[in-house]
């Protein structure tokens, strides 16, 4: 009996390291002017946000949304500072109906990723803003899985760990590997939680899920998440379907590819590598069953390097 899976196919134009479980400074770079708009979720109940681990996939992309006017911006900021020349960049807010902007500064070395100030941008694009005066280390170069920072500014006491890696897959977008950051901290008699999901994209969150409890018995008062699409890939007026393209999954242990094509790698999500034989031309024969997300590395006639992720569902 043959299966025929139905397939999410995404076209990623950089090998990334699967097996890899630290995050580098080499994973993000300092981004050029571009936009997002901002989703709101409207119910994230069967969404799995507490687990820790590696081999994760968060699939919002069926989950109701509230689309906002609300973008935000990222730019490249000309520093001063020689410290961070070059290395920094604006996140700036741009809210429906609001004449002013708020934006902020980030700066990223080999070492660590600093959020260093707060400002303001008037309709006339004149900039006020202040610095703090101890940044506030938002990731840490390389950081293991598991591995904590602890920010101690008094009155302000925070502990972000590195808790997961998987992948993710937001409305309208392709699937996306990416860590997943909590961070912990008290406000009077509230504990917040919060979860950053990035990715290689930016070195900013394109998922923020942030959680009040309170303190005396942990209920939780209310959860918000808001996430991040680039404004010139989004497809959301077209149901979110990716087109098929490429690859074929067929049975439970077979992969067909278009003419053109040959495989160099599988990966399954745990980034452990897929051992396969080749059955004919184009035709692959995997020595496991087809996992539920896979990752090929694919080399065209023209010897192009290229990946695609698959998300199989029988």
Not at 179 to 206: A, G, H
Not at 212 to 229: C, G, K, N, P, R
């Amino acid at each position: 009996m043959r299966y025929l899976f139905t397939l999410f196919v995404i076209v990623q134009f950089i090998v990334p390291t699967y097996g890899q479980n630290e995050i580098l400074n080499s994973d993000f770079s300092i981004p050029d002017k571009v936009q997002y708009k901002k989703l709101i979720f409207i119910d994230i109940e069967s969404l799995d946000i507490d687990s820790d681990g590696i081999g994760f996939y968060w699939d919002l992309s069926p989950l109701p949304i509230e689309q906002r006017e609300d973008y935000i911006q990222f730019q490249k900021f000309p520093d001063t500072n020689a410290e961070y020349a070059n290395n920094s960049f604006l996140a700036i807010t741009r809210e429906n109906a609001v004449v002013n902007s708020s934006f902020e500064i980030y700066s990223m070395t080999k070492e660590n990723l600093f959020l260093r100030g707060y400002g303001i941008l008037d309709e006339q694009g004149t900039s006020t803003y202040d610095t703090l005066d101890l940044p506030f280390k938002v990731m840490k170069f390389p950081w293991t899985l598991g591995d904590s920072i602890l920010y101690d500014n008094p009155p302000i006491l925070s502990k972000r760990t590195y808790s997961a890696k998987g992948f993710i897959k937001l409305p309208g977008q392709e699937v996306k590997q990416v860590w997943k950051i909590k961070e912990e901290f008290t406000e009077n008699d509230i504990l917040v939680l919060q979860y950053f999901w990035y990715s290689t994209e930016l070195p900013y969150p394109i998922l923020t899920i942030t959680k009040h409890l309170q303190v005396s018995d942990s209920s939780i008062l209310f959860t918000s998440a808001e996430a991040l699409i680039n404004r010139t890939m989004s497809s959301l007026s077209e149901g979110n379907q990716s087109k098929q393209e490429d690859i074929t999954l067929v049975d439970r242990n077979r992969v067909l590819l278009s003419k053109g094509l040959s495989l160099l790698k599988i990966f399954s999500i745990d980034g452990s590598e897929i051992a396969y034989s080749i059955e004919n031309f184009g035709e692959y024969l995997l020595e496991s069953t087809i996992p539920n997300v896979l990752f090929f590395v694919l080399k065209d006639s023209k010897n192009n390097i290229s990946t695609q992720t698959i998300i199989s569902k029988q």
